[in-house]
C-alpha cells in the first residue's frame, strides 16, 4: 500500500497573503504553515522508509506513486515560501510608500533621533517636551562624547520646539564640522525629571538599505524612514 500523505498535505496548505492595515502581514500563520510541513514531511520520509524495509516482494511499491507524493510535498513547500517572500515584499512596500519612499530624496525632514552634522557652522534639531517643565538643560556633545556646548532652554512649554546650534562651544570656539549629539535634561515643578524626545531636522540626500530596514541619510547621520515625523519641502 502507497504512503498517504493527503492529510498531511491538507494540514500544510498555504494560506493567502493578507496584509493588514498597519502594514504587517500574517507571516505566523505561514511560518505556522512550514513548521507544520516540516514536521509532517520527516513523518511521511519515515513511513515511506518504513515501507520500504517491510514490502512484499512479490508486489513491490510503484516508484512513480511515492514520487508523485514527494514531489507534491514539496511543491507545498514552494508556495509557502513563495507566499512569504512576497508578504515581505508587501510589507516593505507599504512602509517605503508610507512617506513617498525615493520622493523623500531633496525634501526637508524631521526624524526621531539625537546625532545630526554640523555643516558650515549649522546644526539643527528640535526637542518635544510632554508638559511645561521649569528648567531643561541642552548639551551638544562632539563624537567622542565630550560636553562641548551647554545652556539653558529658552522654551519650557509643552509641545515640540527648534534648536538651532551655531557650531560655537562654551569658550566661543568654533567647534569643527562633524557629527554631534543633542541631550536634554529637563525637570518639572514637582522636581521630577521629565522625558524629552529629541529630533534631527535636515535635507534628505539618499534613502538606503541596512539589514533590511528603509534609511534615509541627511548629511552624514540617518535615521529609519519609521522615525520620520514630518516631511516638508
Known amino acids: 500500500m502507497a504512503v498517504d500523505i493527503s492529510n498531511y498535505v491538507a494540514n500544510a496548505q498555504p ?13 505566523q ?18 513511513l515511506l522508509t518504513a515501507q520500504l524495509k517491510n514490502q512484499d516482494p512479490t508486489s513491490p511499491l ?15 513547500q514552494q508556495q509557502l515560501l ?12 507599504q512602509t517605503n510608500n508610507g512617506y513617498g519612499a525615493v520622493g523623500l530624496i531633496g525634501k526637508n525632514v524631521q526624524a526621531v533621533g539625537d546625532v545630526t552634522e554640523l555643516k558650515d557652522g549649522q546644526a539643527a534639531w528640535s526637542y518635544s517636551l510632554p ?11 562632539n563624537a567622542s562624547g565630550r560636553v562641548v556646548w551647554s545652556g539653558d532652554a529658552t522654551d519650557l512649554t509643552a509641545g515640540t520646539h527648534d534648536f538651532n546650534w551655531n557650531g ?9 564640522d562633524g557629527v554631534y549629539k543633542l541631550s536634554i535634561a529637563a525637570v518639572g515643578a514637582d522636581g ?25 541619510l541627511i548629511g552624514k547621520t540617518s535615521a529609519p524612514l519609521s522615525a520620520v515625523v514630518r516631511v516638508s519641502t
Open 15 to 27: 494560506s493567502g497573503v493578507k496584509v493588514g492595515a498597519n502594514g504587517s502581514s500574517t507571516q
Open 29 to 46: 500563520s505561514m511560518t505556522s504553515g512550514l513548521e507544520n510541513l516540516t514536521s509532517s514531511y520527516s513523518s511521511f520520509l519515515k
Open 62 to 76: 510503484d516508484p512513480n506513486q511515492f514520487t508523485a507524493q514527494i514531489v507534491q510535498m514539496t511543491g507545498v
Open 82 to 93: 513563495t507566499n512569504n517572500l512576497l508578504g515581505q515584499l508587501l510589507t516593505n512596500s
Open 131 to 141: 508638559s511645561t517643565v521649569s528648567s531643561a538643560k541642552i548639551t551638544v556633545s
Open 168 to 176: 560655537l562651544d562654551s569658550q566661543g570656539q568654533q567647534a569643527p
Open 192 to 216: 521630577k525629571t521629565v522625558n524629552a524626545t529629541t529630533y534631527i531636522r535636515g535635507l534628505v540626500t539618499a534613502l538606503e538599505q541596512v539589514d533590511g530596514q528603509s534609511q534615509v
